[in-house]
């Protein structure tokens, strides 16, 4: 199976992305972060290198889904191909980041690989007020991340709503995250544990 976590900056999907992880026992694999060669410039200067992050973060996902697809076990993605576009794409185009030119061409090579790609069995949506995303960074304390602008994470929030009830055609679970601590009250991850084996197993009866 091929399972995906999906939400905003700071909505917690790493975290969540490795529990599941551990849970499940299925292979983890995480957006290059850390050691993305354009992120601190992006923060920087987001019109000057939109462009590039994003043909950047398109590639690496595009790799993993090749890997996933030719993967004999169970593996769960933190964020997918089709925000990054949907949204982080969508959204830098919206703002003015980047030229007509380099959205069209973006689109195009976006288009191409989808005749090689599927949706996930399951998409796993971390819904969070810019409140909420913002408490998480200040505390995971990311250099690059402190500069971000509130427009920015609300903007990001408007198109993933878009995103999960107009454009994305799979299965979605949506989890509201502001009154969850996964990370450290077991009854919380207990209860999404609960509803992924309702959804996936059809185990225990999910609450709606």
Request: glycine share 4%.
């Amino acid at each position: 199976m091929y399972i995906a976590v999906a939400g905003n900056i700071g909505s917690g999907k790493s975290t969540l992305t490795r529990m599941l992880s551990r849970h499940y026992k299925w292979e983890a694999r995480f957006e290059s972060v850390d050691n993305n060669p354009y992120l601190e410039d992006y923060y920087r200067d987001i019109q000057r290198w939109s462009f590039n992050l994003e043909v950047y973060f398109l590639k690496e996902r595009f790799r993993d889904l090749i890997a996933i697809q030719q993967a004999d076990h169970t593996i769960i993605q933190d964020r997918t191909i089709f925000e990054g576009v949907y949204v982080f794409m969508q959204n830098n185009r919206e703002m003015g980041n980047l030229t007509q030119r380099d959205y069209d061409t973006y689109m195009e090579l976006f288009t191409q690989m989808l005749e090689l790609v599927r949706l996930p069995d399951l998409l796993i949506y971390l819904r969070a007020s810019v409140p909420h995303l913002v408490g998480n960074i200040q505390k995971r304390g990311r250099g690059y991340e402190q500069t971000i602008q509130l427009e920015y994470l609300e903007n990001l929030n408007r198109r993933y709503e878009q995103f999960i009830t107009e454009h994305y055609k799979g299965r979605v679970m949506i989890i509201d995250k502001d009154p969850l601590d996964f990370e450290h009250k077991p009854q919380d991850f207990a209860q999404i544990v609960d509803r992924i084996d309702s959804t996936l197993f059809g185990l225990f009866s999910e609450e709606t």
